[in-house]
């Protein structure tokens, strides 16, 4: 087995700052995922990679950056919180894509001031 | 078009009772359905997935779905329902997108098992 952690599981930040989330997955898989999940919504992907050094955007990459610098692990970044801002983001990968079946994080809960 | 349409937000049974959560996908081309389980403050879990065969598919913890090509549908159900069944449930469509393979949410079910 294996697992996927985030970092933090909680991040409570200001408007217009700069937030970092981070994944780390010990499955080897090659392929992770960002998604955001609003509540009483389901999840939309933000970006996924298929590889290390390697970013394909989502549906919802506006207004964020995505870095994966090593196999394992996978960064999102929100470049400008907006105010009142409240979303739980989830990581996940897979072995490789297809119809893989996805792991997922536990998340880390966001909130804007 | 890809999309998934879970029509219930919210469905609350008595422990015991049998269990239907609806879902109703659309998809240009062969659709990979699966269900997930949210339980609070936690990840998403893999509940079972259709690939293809048989429509009726088997997960874990007692659960069931079956897919139905004439009415786009991949229902949930389990027979007997349990207070730890409590969760948020998920429909989930893979399709593929620029070569590479996607998962499209539907907007989940929270179910509440009633004692």
């Known amino acids: 087995g294996g697992i996927i952690t985030q970092t933090p599981k909680f991040l409570i930040g200001q408007e217009g700052q700069k937030l970092t989330l981070k994944c780390q997955q010990n499955f080897n898989h090659d392929t992770m995922y960002w998604y955001r999940q609003d509540s009483g919504k389901g999840l939309r992907l933000i970006y996924y990679s298929i590889t290390e050094n390697d970013l394909q955007k989502g549906d919802l990459s506006e207004g964020y950056d995505a870095s994966r610098e090593k196999k394992s692990s996978f960064s999102l970044t929100v470049t400008s919180a907006q105010k009142n801002e409240m979303a739980v983001f989830l990581c996940?990968?897979?072995?490789?894509?297809?119809?893989?079946?996805?792991?997922f994080g536990p998340g880390t809960r966001l909130l804007v001031l | 078009a890809q999309s998934v349409t879970q029509p219930d937000a919210r469905v609350t049974v008595s422990e015991g009772a049998s269990l239907q959560l609806r879902c109703k996908y659309s998809?240009?081309?062969?659709?990979?359905l699966f269900w997930y389980v949210q339980y609070p403050r936690q990840g998403l879990q893999l509940l079972l997935k259709y690939y293809s065969g048989d429509p009726v598919v088997q997960g874990v913890n007692g659960f069931e779905a079956e897919f139905s090509k004439s009415n786009s549908s991949f229902h949930l159900r389990k027979a007997s329902v349990h207070w730890s069944d409590s969760a948020v449930y998920f429909c989930?469509?893979?399709?593929?997108?620029?070569?590479?393979?996607?998962?499209?949410f539907g907007s989940g079910t929270k179910l509440t098992v009633e004692p």
């Open positions: 996940a990968s897979s072995i490789a894509g297809g119809q893989d079946t996805q792991y």
């Open positions: 989930v469509l893979s399709a593929w997108v620029s070569n590479y393979n996607v998962l499209y």
């Open positions: 998809s240009s081309g062969t659709p990979y």
